[in-house]
């Protein structure tokens, strides 16, 4: 199988010419995922470096060769047995995937199942902006809330346990209050940066009005977080 997958990569680089539409990513540098050996905790990063490799690398193989590719990455502990398994199921015909996504999902459920849900969900609750941009915190909070289980009003509300509660306040208590988790993601977003462009441009004021010999005035200044 190795010898395989190794002739198939060195098709899909060695290709002269001009990368262009399907085949671009050929002459460019992926990073290929770990080894997987079954802890479900690392199955969504295993599955996410998959993913990204097959379409950037291997989209021109069949559907066969990208299992076997995957398949190369799946080792050690239960993950060998498993692997083994399939590898039969699919020399005898027991098995046929139709896509290298419908082998994905069967790998995450083989090894993600409710153990995954529930890691990921335990993270979720956990998440807190704290100092960081609301820029930062959505993309943190959204990829723990990918694959917890959490969708819907419970998602937001999550989303709002963890965002800082000057933010907060000021978003439930505006006119037209955000109602999906996208209107809460961009709309918490839009006025972290307005707040901090303001704290910005504050300081700019206050050290021109220092460097001028002045005795600057205390400003009183809501601090949103």
């Known amino acids: 199988m190795q010898v395989q997958i190794q002739a198939l990569l060195a098709a899909q680089g060695g290709a002269g010419g001009t990368a262009t539409g399907s085949n671009a990513g050929s002459h460019m540098e992926v990073a290929k995922p770990a ?3 079954g802890e479900a ?5 295993f599955i ?6 097959l379409r950037m690398k291997l989209r021109g193989a069949t559907v066969e060769e990208q299992v076997q590719w995957v ?9 060998d047995v498993w692997k083994e398994n399939v590898m039969k199921e699919l020399e005898s015909g027991e098995i046929e995937y139709e896509s290298a996504e419908e082998f994905l999902t069967s790998l ?4 993600g199942g409710g153990e995954e849900e529930s890691v990921k969900a335990a993270e979720l ?5 704290g100092g960081r941009t609301m ?3 959505v993309q943190e909070f959204k990829q723990a809330a990918r694959g917890s289980g959490y969708e819907g009003r419970p998602l937001v509300e999550e989303f709002k346990r963890g965002m800082n509660g000057g ?5 439930m208590e505006s006119e037209n209050p955000p109602n999906s988790i996208e209107q809460w993601y961009r709309r918490a977003m839009a006025l972290d940066r307005n707040w901090r462009e303001s704290r910005r441009e504050e300081e700019r004021l206050r050290g021109k009005k220092e460097q001028g010999g002045g005795t600057p005035k205390q400003e009183q200044r809501q601090s949103l977080p």
Do not use: M, P
Request: net charge positive; hydrophobic share 40%; proline share 0%.
């Open 71 to 79: 398949l190369s990455y799946v080792q050690g502990g239960l993950a």
């Open 108 to 111: 995450r459920k083989e090894f």
């Open 135 to 137: 820029e930062e915190f």
């Open 35 to 37: 080894i997987f050996n």
């Open 167 to 171: 933010i907060r306040r000021k978003l």
């Open 48 to 53: 996410t470096a998959c993913r990204l490799f």
């Open 41 to 45: 905790t690392k199955v969504g990063g």
């Open 125 to 129: 609750r956990k998440l807190e902006q």
